[in-house]
């Protein structure tokens, strides 16, 4: 299941698998995420999504479906490969609890999970009020830019509104990795 016999489509998890090809490369080592925990009811709603993901990186694609809830108490996610539950990540504001399947690589971070959701779904005032000094996010219609000292680090695309509806496409460039968001319809 985990092997590397495919060469593509494999359906494991992607925005998790993203975090763990970041902390796999070969190259030197890159600066620590940035480490955003927004409370949960900055979202300024409730929501109930069913997502497709869908990560590249070096060529390979890697996908994952996730059932997100979203309240003003709490984020529950749970992420499913193969029909058959992976992850599952509880965040109430205050602390993280996850719960992984043996086979899901260490170094997949629920926080880093939970990082990428928020700057992909918050609103912009609320992720730009959490940011530490030297880190600021821009918003441009359907585009945001997340930057480090005036570098972009992650550039982020909506189909359309709200941001939890059609196609997200997500582009870190500092990880180096695109992760394509698909919201099913409700």
Partial sequence: MWSN????????????????????????????RLGLK???????????????LK???????????????????????????????VLTVHYDGKEVKEWRHVMLPRQVRADDVLEDMQLTLWPVEAVARALPPGWRIA???????????????????????????GTVVLDNLRYKYRLTIQFAAE
């Fill in 5 to 32: 016999q495919r060469p593509n489509r494999r359906l494991i998890p992607a925005l998790l698998l993203a975090a763990a090809l970041a902390g796999c490369a070969s190259s030197p080592p890159v600066p620590a």
């Fill in 55 to 85: 990560v590249e990186r070096a060529g390979r694609i890697d996908d994952m479906d996730v059932a997100l809830q979203v309240e003003p108490d709490a984020i529950d996610m749970v992420g499913l490969a193969f029909g058959q539950r």
């Fill in 139 to 165: 918003e441009d219609g359907l585009r945001r830019t997340l930057y480090l000292n005036d570098e972009p680090i992650m550039r982020i695309a909506y189909s359309g509104s709200p941001r939890w509806s």
């Fill in 38 to 52: 927004l409370h949960p009811a900055a979202l300024g709603q409730s929501i109930s999504v069913q997502q497709h």
